[in-house]
């Protein structure tokens, strides 16, 4: 069962680490709705935290956005609010925004993982809270039902 619901939550992470973050500048005008989906998603038998699509043209009327960023709530039980942090950059990473967001695509990984997340905080980012470096982000407080 995949429910899906909009989290104000991880848009207040996204737009932070957008406006904040000089790697990720370049999707400031990008229409990006964040999910909270209550899936336990697997792929290759490992346990899928996050995942970015890019909404196909044909299913804008239903959700009227070029991105949609899910993360999978019960997959995420074991992690800090600044891991989650983490997680919503490395899908803010596979945003593939050009001139025009509208004809956007998927950036697979460089390497296993990207390539700017290890030099930037490295091999262990996912283990490690890293947002100090961001002493301004507030993160907030649940939604209430979310954890439901
Ligand atoms: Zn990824």
Known sequence: MDTRTISEKYAKIGNYLI???PELSHL??????????????????????GQCEKVAEKNKWAIPCDFTVTLFEPNLMALSDEQIVMVIFHELLHVGAGDDIEQGHIIPHDLEDFKLMIDKFGPHWSEWGQVSMWPE?????AEQGASD
């Open 19 to 21: 406006d904040n973050v």
């Open 28 to 49: 400031a005008g990008a229409e990006i709705i964040y999910l909270s989906s209550t899936a336990k998603k697997k792929s290759h038998r490992k346990r899928v935290l």
């Open 137 to 141: 982000l507030t993160i907030p407080a």
